[in-house]
């Protein structure tokens, strides 16, 4: 298994989401429109469903600011 591999395990484990699934969401966002507030919006909408978490419009107020700030984590893999 190589490090990817243990990396979407991970987070399949604890999030019940799939490799496809992450490199689909993935695939939507780019540099050019990592700062677009609709695109951030409907991402993380959609991460809620797929995970069965609420987020709050609060909460996406907070990530969406978090990210245009570049105030979010750059090694993602501490998380899991």
Not at 3 to 28: P, W
Not at 45 to 65: A, M, P, Q
């Amino acid at each position: 298994m190589d490090l990817n591999d243990e990396f979407f395990g991970k987070v399949k484990n604890k999030t019940n989401v799939d490799k496809d699934t992450i490199v689909s969401l993935a695939k939507r966002l780019n540099k050019d429109n990592m700062k677009d507030e609709k695109v951030l919006r409907s991402i993380i909408r959609d991460l809620s469903k797929i995970t069965g978490k609420n987020v709050t419009l609060e909460k996406e107020e907070k990530i969406i600011k978090a990210i245009q700030n570049d105030k979010v984590p750059k090694n993602v893999d501490k998380f899991f």
